[in-house]
T-cell receptor, first 112, second 117 residues
């Protein structure tokens, strides 16, 4: 069975600081990796995804993530966060046609 | 394109009462999922439908939870009787069966926040 581990439950940053949220997964086969974001009071939205090819994927709003197969990691990054990035971020994994398995989420608070 | 519709948005019930949630997926999406998101945790799959058939309900507490998707379109999730630990957000998601649809990941509804008192 696949599982996802997110390193930090809460992260607090000032505006313009750089962001890196850790995500590790456990599964021995080919995986599909996702980052979802949930803004306060809103539904889960897809931020970016990796299926194959270039391990550095770019998503919406300046986010990017790097798939490192040897480390079973898919960390989310943004060079300069904004107050509007305050949200909860979920890493998720699927394999083939299996369902999405989510991590516990990281709550990001950006102070202006 | 309309998103995944869910209702109600909020529900407060007493323990041992019953409750039902409704979901209308994106038009044409054959696969529908119900997830439970407890505060402080990530969403956990309850059940997956492909058209009107159940693909995976291994994590559905079948003694109290039931779900159906009779015509392969909208779906209802029921809890009877509810327990305090059922307080959570219940999310519905859908996706197509073609690879290019699945490559977009799942589209989630806004969820129903259930509070059991």
């Amino acid at each position: 069975a696949q599982s996802v581990s997110q390193h930090n439950h809460h992260v607090i940053l000032s505006e313009a600081a750089s962001l890196e949220l850790g995500c590790n997964y456990s599964y021995g086969g080919t995986v599909n990796l996702f980052w979802y974001v949930q803004y306060p009071g809103q539904h889960l939205q897809l931020l970016l995804k990796y299926f194959s090819g270039d391990p550095l994927v770019k998503g919406i709003k300046g986010f990017e993530a790097e798939f490192i197969k040897s480390k079973f990691s898919f960390n989310l990054r943004k060079p300069s966060v904004q107050w509007s990035d305050t949200a909860e971020y979920f890493c998720a994994v699927s394999s083939g046609y299996s369902t999405l398995t989510f991590g516990k989420g990281t709550m990001l608070l950006v102070s202006p | 394109e309309a998103g995944v519709a869910q209702s109600p948005r909020y529900k407060i019930i007493e323990k041992r009462q019953s409750v039902a949630f409704w979901c209308n997926p994106i038009s044409g999406h054959a696969t529908l999922y119900w997830y439970q998101q407890i505060l402080g945790q990530g969403p956990k799959l309850l059940i997956q439908f492909q058209n009107n058939g159940v693909v995976d309900d291994s994590q559905l507490p079948k003694d109290r939870f039931s779900a159906e998707r009779l015509k392969g379109v909208d779906s209802t999730l029921k809890i009877q009787p509810a327990k305090l630990e059922d307080s959570a957000v219940y999310l519905c998601a859908s996706t197509g069966i073609r690879d290019r649809d699945r490559n977009y990941g799942y589209t989630f509804g806004s969820g129903t926040r259930l509070t059991v008192v």
